[in-house]
């Protein structure tokens, strides 16, 4: 049995949860506290993030590399078209999503907890005792902004202007590239829980996010797109076992 080892709300690990439901490959989940659990990853893996992916003896880091080994593992379902040219926008838009687009919900995400104490407790894994998350939500706002601005007005609106360009040219059952689903939809939507979290992140989470994002009206239809590919791919069978 595939093992993936998460954090539950990583975008990186999400995308990989994503990934798995297309192959249709079971797998178990493996939470890793943030931390000190991820000396057991270096152990495994030679290096420190999640999401990894152990297949027996095989031992895989990076959502990109373990993508690409489920296209070997099962090449059902591929993840790529089989145009040369869109095959090419797949890995940029995967490229994209992954580092610039990355980096940029990640922030924002930062900046609206520091900003908003019931999200950050809603964020705090659910293992964490009840003690240490009353004193970590009741950190003073002042004493967690007076860090810097997390996240910039430039970066914010160069976030913004590519996602409306995407949102605008898309309905509910579109892909982003192609006529099937590719590596770009399961890289875009993954990233996109952080600035409003799917239903597949759980109750607490579901439906929140970064204030002014989550509601932007001009994102709505990227939205519900992803929560369609959600719902699909991740609601209806909550096939890790
Ligand atoms: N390029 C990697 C990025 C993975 C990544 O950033 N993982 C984060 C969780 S979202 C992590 O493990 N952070 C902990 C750390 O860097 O120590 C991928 O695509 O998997």
Same mark, same amino acid.
């Given at each position: 049995?595939? *093992?993936?080892?998460?954090?539950?709300?990583?975008?990186?690990?999400?995308?990989?949860?994503?990934?798995? #439901?297309?192959?249709?490959? @079971?797998?178990?989940?493996?939470? $890793?506290?943030?931390?000190?659990?991820?000396?057991?990853?270096?152990?495994?893996?030679?290096?420190?993030?999640?999401?990894?992916?152990?297949?027996?003896?095989?031992?895989?880091?990076?959502? @990109?590399?373990?993508?690409?080994?489920?296209?070997?593992?099962?090449?059902? @379902?591929?993840?790529?078209?089989?145009?040369?040219? %869109?095959?090419?926008?797949? #890995?940029?838009?995967?490229?994209?999503?992954?580092?610039? &687009?990355?980096?940029?919900?990640?922030?924002?995400? &930062?900046? =609206?907890?520091?900003?908003?104490?019931? &999200?950050? %407790? =809603? !964020?705090?894994?659910?293992?964490?005792?009840?003690?240490?998350?009353?004193?970590?939500?009741? $950190?003073?706002?002042?004493?967690?902004?007076? +860090? /810097?601005? !997390?996240?910039?007005?430039?970066?914010?609106?160069?976030?913004?202007? /590519?996602?409306?360009?995407?949102?605008?040219?898309?309905?509910?059952?579109?892909?982003?590239?192609?006529? @099937?689903?590719?590596?770009?939809?399961? =890289?875009?939507? %993954?990233?996109?829980?952080?600035?409003?979290?799917?239903?597949?992140?759980?109750?607490?989470? =579901?439906?929140?996010?970064?204030?002014?994002?989550?509601? #932007?009206?001009?994102?709505?239809?990227?939205? *519900?797109?992803?929560?369609?590919?959600?719902?699909?791919?991740?609601?209806?069978?909550?096939?890790? +076992?």
């Amino acid at each position: 049995m595939l *093992e993936l080892h998460q954090f539950r709300h990583s975008a990186f690990c999400l995308k990989v949860r994503m990934a798995l #439901h297309v192959k249709g490959l @079971s797998f178990r989940e493996v939470e $890793v506290t943030p931390g000190i659990g991820q000396l057991a990853v270096f152990r495994l893996s030679g290096q420190r993030q999640v999401p990894v992916l152990v297949d027996g003896d095989t031992v895989v880091a990076d959502s @990109s590399a373990i993508c690409r080994y489920l296209e070997e593992l099962q090449p059902e @379902s591929p993840f790529f078209p089989k145009d040369r040219r %869109a095959v090419a926008q797949v #890995h940029l838009i995967e490229d994209w999503a992954d580092t610039t &687009l990355a980096g940029s919900v990640r922030a924002a995400l &930062l900046q =609206a907890a520091v900003d908003d104490p019931d &999200l950050r %407790a =809603a !964020l705090l894994p659910d293992d964490v005792p009840g003690p240490i998350r009353q004193v970590m939500t009741g $950190v003073p706002t002042g004493w967690l902004s007076g +860090v /810097n601005e !997390l996240f910039g007005q430039e970066e914010r609106s160069a976030m913004l202007h /590519n996602l409306i360009a995407i949102a605008d040219g898309l309905t509910a059952d579109s892909v982003l590239v192609g006529d @099937s689903l590719s590596l770009a939809d399961l =890289a875009v939507a %993954a990233q996109l829980s952080l600035l409003r979290f799917p239903a597949s992140s759980g109750p607490q989470l =579901a439906g929140r996010g970064v204030a002014g994002l989550s509601d #932007h009206p001009r994102l709505q239809p990227l939205f *519900e797109w992803r929560d369609r590919l959600d719902a699909r791919l991740l609601q209806q069978d909550p096939a890790a +076992v």
